[in-house]
C-alpha cells in the first residue's frame, strides 16, 4: 500500500486524482501561480471545488489541485496583519488552520493559514 501512495504523489497529473472529498489540498487560486489552502468539497468530470482557508470557494480543473505539503521550515509568503502586503517567511509553528511565521525581516506572526500562500 505504501508504494501504490508514494507512486501517486510522485506523478503529475495523478496527484490531483489522489484527492478525496474532505482533503486538505493546495489550490492554484485563480490560475495565478500561487498555492493556497483549502479544502476539498466536491470532485467530478475532471473538477474539483476547493473551499480555501480564507473562505473562498473555487472549481478548478484537477490539474489546478494538489496535496497539502505545509511543514515548519518551509517558505511561504503571508498577508502580514491582513493589511494586504505579501511578505516572505518561513512556518514556525503549524496547527490546523493556526500558522505561526518568522518574516524573512525579522518580524513574527501567528496567523491562519488563509492568509499565506506558496508558489
Avoid at 21 to 37: H, I, Q
Avoid at 55 to 71: A, L
Amino acid at each position: 500500500m505504501f508504494v501504490l501512495a508514494a507512486g501517486l504523489f510522485s506523478c503529475g497529473s495523478a496527484i490531483a486524482h489522489a484527492q478525496t472529498k474532505g482533503d486538505w489540498v493546495l489550490g492554484n487560486y485563480k490560475g495565478a501561480g500561487y498555492w493556497f489552502p483549502g479544502v476539498v468539497e466536491k470532485i467530478g468530470g475532471g473538477q474539483i471545488t476547493i473551499r480555501y482557508d480564507d473562505g473562498d470557494r473555487e472549481t478548478v480543473s484537477v490539474n489546478d489541485v494538489r496535496p497539502y505539503d505545509w511543514m515548519i521550515g518551509m517558505k511561504v509568503e503571508c498577508n502580514y496583519k491582513g493589511q494586504g502586503e505579501w511578505y516572505g517567511g518561513t512556518i514556525a509553528s503549524l496547527a490546523g488552520e493556526k500558522i505561526g511565521i518568522a518574516y524573512d525581516d525579522g518580524d513574527k506572526e501567528t496567523t491562519k493559514t488563509g492568509r499565506c500562500r506558496t508558489q
